[in-house]
């Protein structure tokens, strides 16, 4: 009986000593937990910047091709002034191009108003 109380002493004193290391080694556990978990995080973030990167190159690449496909400004206003010089032959006056045709009356319209 009195081995027995020894024994049970022991173990109690290592059950105690277990829970102390054990107490002992959670902030490590915490510690490291938490850097898994950042690292996990950064991976992700980084694989989300590097999709996004791709994907803003390529709407760089299309707007690049749109405004290359784009007529240069000189030939736009060389077609302008083709078809203001058309117009005047014709006896439209500035603007009736636009619409298309102008009928007479409205022509006249116009004219009355102005007056």
Known sequence: SNKREEKLDDINLLFIHM????NEYRPHQARETLRVMLMVQKRRRVQFTNKFKDQLDKVKNIIQEALDSLPQPQEAMEVDENKAEADKASGLKEGDSEAGTVSNMDRI???FVDM
């Not at 829970?19 to 054990?22: D, F, G, P, R």
């Open 19 to 22: 829970h102390h290391l054990i």
């Open 109 to 111: 319209m116009c004219d």
